[in-house]
């Protein structure tokens, strides 16, 4: 048996779960709030808050779709991923929000280990030892565009962290992107294969259209009328 907060699937790759419109709240478990395997998850404008395990408040090891989610206030005490701990599988997420989780691991917001497509996101406040906001490693292929990280902290990689894998070639690519947390923004010591283009970077970062200009954020992350 799998100790989990909300919901546990383990049956063949044609299974498929969905959410919308649905509150995880407050769940207390080893592998969190939700637990799927080997099935497909959707979500949509669903939150996933103020919940604690070892693991991150989601672990797949499958494949899903989050849009319009928010991932809020979630915390590991063990391993990494604040809010999701994503092994294998394919996972998109489209005009999500992850702000204000924490681990004393990896990936304040979450720990990706599969290929992973980010787009239009807000990563806010997360922290970690590494990875404020995100991990990347265990030859995760992750695509990132259009996103904002600002107010992650960590002591290495306060917007992403690359861990080393050693099975097959970890790679990450950010293009479209505010990179905007204050001291190590990423840290590549792995040498995994990452690029970062045309993306206003804090500090700076060598890349194709790359800026280092302050780009007045508005609370919420959002650019403000004047940036």
Sequence with gaps: EIPTGVVFSETDEQSEVRATRCVFDRNRSYYNALYVHSATFLADDCTFSNSFGNYGMIFFDSSTRFKNCL????????YGGGALYLGGGVHD????????????????????GAVVRLANCIFRGNSAASGGALSVG???QVEISNATFVDNTAAFGASVSMGPS??????LSVRNSILWDAGNTV??????????????????????????????LQSDARLSPDS
């Design 71 to 78: 991932f809020e206030s979630n915390a590991t005490a063990t």
């Design 93 to 112: 997420f489209a005009n999500c929000r992850f702000e204000g989780n924490q681990t004393n691991g990896t990936g304040g917001a979450a720990t990706l």
């Design 138 to 140: 265990f030859g995760a």
């Design 166 to 171: 050693p099975v097959s070639p970890t790679t």
């Design 187 to 216: 840290d590549n010591s792995a040498g995994a294969t990452e690029s970062i283009d045309h993306s206003d970077v804090r500090g700076g970062w060598f890349g194709s259209g790359n800026l280092n200009v302050d780009p007045q």
